[in-house]
């Protein structure tokens, strides 16, 4: 992955908890915090599965 790879998908998932909050700071804090989730389970993830999928169910559990 590039960071321009990982830029992309972390504007993805950003816009997709901003679906979830209207608070822009809230978003941007839970985006940052699954990307800091997924590299400590990083071990965890399942290469055959989309990762797009697996950093939005991140997202999703970290803002519930």
């Given amino acids: 992955w590039s960071s321009k790879n990982i830029s992309a998908v972390f ?3 950003f816009l997709y908890v901003r679906s979830l909050t209207p608070d822009e700071v809230t978003a941007e804090e839970i985006a ?9 389970s990083l071990n965890q993830f399942d290469g055959r599965k989309d990762i797009r999928a697996w ?6 559990n970290t803002y519930f």
């Fill in 55 to 60: 950093l939005f169910t991140i997202a999703k």
């Fill in 11 to 13: 504007s993805e998932v």
């Fill in 32 to 40: 940052q915090e699954t990307f800091v989730k997924a590299l400590k």
